[in-house]
T-cell receptor, first 110, second 115 residues
Framework: RKEVEQDPGPFNVPEGATVAFNCTYSNSASQSFFWYRQDCRKEPKLLMSVYSSGNEDGRFTAQLNRASQYISLLIRDSKLSDSATYLCVVIPDSNYQLIWGAGTKLIIKP | SAVISQKPSRDICQRGTSLTIQCQVDSQVTMMFWYRQQPGQSLTLIATANQGSEATYESGFVIDKFPISRPNLTFSTLTVSNMSPEDSSIYLC????????????FGPGTRLTVT
């Protein structure tokens, strides 16, 4: 089992819809979690951290489910500009090495 | 956050040559890292660039192939040595900013093609 797994997609979603995707992790002692966004041919950019209590930033909501060992990202009222690959990142312990998921590709269609 | 620049942004190199990539940050940072991202793949950590000492390499990466320097807290270089077409990839520098927890910020990347 991979340390961090994501559905590669692509998720084809109409503009204005709500879309959610998950990321599972294997190490139950993992400490920190993040969602990054990567546009085609660009570097990854931090979208949001994922806190135990959940995290909301505008149309984006990230949640952590420790019992089932996954994090989720919910995008409401999706925009064309949300089209990108969303990368899940987990820090499994205190050595600060980030473990990257392979990414979920999201395509928002007009 | 931090503003990170990389040079060159892209290059096409011949097999057997070497390329040095520079990473410059606009503020002092605690940690600097070098990643590789091959087409359609996620990021793979090459090494952690340590200021004033040898870099810490991940499994599958060695100093002879990817020598790294970090002479100060704002600058690092990665050299891809004796290149082969398999080294064609995007090379990304990232940093952890003091006081920003575990969040990492990335440079724009260097797109390397080896012919």
């Amino acid at each position: 089992r991979k340390e961090v797994e994501q559905d590669p997609g692509p998720f084809n979603v109409p503009e204005g819809a709500t879309v959610a995707f998950n990321c599972t992790y294997s190490n139950s002692a993992s400490q920190s979690f993040f969602w990054y966004r990567q546009d085609c041919r660009k570097e990854p950019k931090l979208l949001m951290s994922v806190y135990s209590s959940g995290n909301e930033d505008g149309r984006f909501t990230a949640q952590l489910n420790r019992a089932s060992q996954y994090i989720s990202l919910l995008i409401r009222d999706s925009k064309l500009s949300d089209s990108a690959t969303y990368l899940c990142v987990v820090i499994p312990d205190s050595n600060y090495q980030l473990i990257w998921g392979a990414g979920t590709k999201l395509i928002i269609k007009p | 956050s931090a503003v990170i620049s990389q040079k060159p942004s892209r290059d096409i190199c011949q097999r057997g040559t070497s390329l040095t990539i520079q990473c410059q940050v606009d503020s002092q940072v605690t940690m600097m890292f070098w990643y590789r991202q091959q087409p359609g793949q996620s990021l793979t950590l090459i090494a952690t660039a340590n200021q004033g000492s040898e870099a810490t390499y991940e499994s599958g990466f060695v100093i002879d192939k990817f020598p790294i320097s970090r002479p100060n807290l704002t600058f690092s270089t990665l050299t891809v040595s004796n290149m082969s077409p398999e080294d064609s990839s995007i090379y990304l520098c990232s940093v952890e900013v003091l006081g920003a927890g575990d969040e990492q910020y990335f440079g724009p990347g260097t797109r390397l093609t080896v012919t």
